[in-house]
Structure formats: structure tokens, C-alpha cells
């Protein structure tokens, strides 16, 4: 046994619990990790048109929340309608529009 294994706590299967509980899915880490690449696209676009999350919000006609929760990476867009109001209020072009889709609504919702 190394000094590390005898340091170490026992295994939450110990208690009845299982490991995986405690540990995210790469699904989930994977999920975060879209909402996080997402939020520092559409943060970046906001903070270079110069605009709020309220601004957004209001041009955009979405919801402050909902845009709030995006901005932050707690949510993206859930279809690609929502991505082009977003991009129309922020002046985007169209490469750039394409970038934020691409970071966005799963392929599912894009047809």
C-alpha cells in the first residue's frame, strides 16, 4: 500500500453509495463545455457591439433570464431561431453567424 492509498478516504461504496454518482457523464462535461464555448462567443460579440445583457435582451426580444443564462453558460439556445434574433441584434455576419450556430442548438434542431 502506498502512502497515497493509506491517506486516501474509502470509496463512497463504502457508505452504499456508488462513485458515479459524484462524477459527471462526459455527456454532461461535454454539455458544459458547448454552453461554455457558446457564452464566450456571444460574450465576446456583446461586449464588441458594445451592449448589456439587457440591451440584448430587449433587441433581441428574449427574455433578460434567458439571455442572462446564456451569457453565463448556464444554458445555450435550444433552436436556431433563437441564434439569429441574437445575431441580428448584435449586426453579425454571416461567417460569424455560422460560428455561433456551429457552437449552439444540437444538428437536431438546425433542419
Known sequence: MTY???ASPPPPESAGIHADVFMKTDM???QEDNNLSFAALL???AWRAGMTVEQLSEIADTPFDTVRNWVQGKARPR????VVR???ALVLT????AAALRQS???S???
Open 43 to 45: 460574450r465576446g460579440y
Open 79 to 82: 433552436t436556431w431561431q433563437d
Open 105 to 107: 442548438p444540437s444538428s
Open 109 to 111: 434542431s438546425l433542419g
Open 28 to 30: 454532461e462535461r461535454a
Open 86 to 88: 441574437l445575431a441580428r
Open 94 to 97: 454571416a461567417g460569424s453567424l
Open 4 to 6: 497515497l492509498e493509506a
